[in-house]
């Protein structure tokens, strides 16, 4: 006899475990045996006040950026739509059935406040690539470039002499930001860079080489 549903039928208790809904070879289960977050609070706490109430856990914040890194969301607001219905990710977040989502706003007061100014970014990623070398997973002993080419979306009527370098009111905000922070990458972010003047009595002129 051929069955029918006669509606949703509610019921007072649910036998449930994210565990076994999350497929033994999912991503965020190899990276989860692989990632240790442990010392983040630690590494944030002098970032935090001792009053007040407790705020969102780092580690749950970082694990959602991981989730958005690895699976291609680029919108903080999409990512936190996708952790709120994807059971995997909520997994990952150690959030169970019930936890909260913490709302989009959050990831930007913190990846451009405690997480920018705490540096944590960056210790997160030099931690997975010393976990890599750990493992085996990288031995130093090559390397790789990549020479895409891309074909540039600009206008030409717009354009600057690459031999003349850029104008001073060329560059807008976002991109001086850009280029502090690739500074702060090559030169270690404390270190003063102080240009040498030449041997010949002619005043020190700046080379800019652009490379693609």
Not at 48 to 58: A, H, K, L
Not at 93 to 117: I, M, W, Y
Not at 174 to 198: H, M, Q
Request: charged share 25%.
């Amino acid at each position: 006899m051929m069955g029918e549903r006669t509606g949703v039928q509610e019921t007072l208790f649910y036998g449930f475990s994210l565990e076994q809904h999350v497929p033994d070879n999912h991503l965020l289960r190899s990276i989860d045996r692989l990632i240790d977050l442990s010392g983040i609070r630690e590494h944030l706490r002098p970032f935090y006040s001792t009053m007040g109430r407790p705020s969102i856990d780092p580690e749950l914040l970082i694990r959602m950026l991981l989730i958005g890194y690895c699976m291609g969301i680029r919108s903080e607001r999409r990512l936190c739509e996708e952790v709120h219905l994807n059971l995997a990710y909520r997994w990952f977040c150690q959030l169970g059935l019930e936890g909260a989502v913490p709302d989009h706003s959050t990831f930007s007061k913190n990846r451009h406040g405690r997480f920018r100014e705490s540096n944590l970014l960056r210790e997160v990623f030099e931690m997975t690539v010393r976990h890599c070398i750990e493992t085996g997973m990288v031995g130093g002993e090559g390397f790789a470039v990549d020479a895409s080419l891309i074909q540039a979306d600009t206008n030409r009527w717009l354009a600057v002499p690459g031999d003349e370098g850029l104008p001073p009111d060329a560059a807008g905000h976002a991109v001086k930001e850009y280029l502090a922070v690739l500074d702060d990458a090559a030169f270690g972010a404390s270190t003063p860079v102080v240009p040498k003047r030449l041997s010949s009595p002619q005043p020190p002129r700046t080379c800019v080489k652009w490379q693609s």
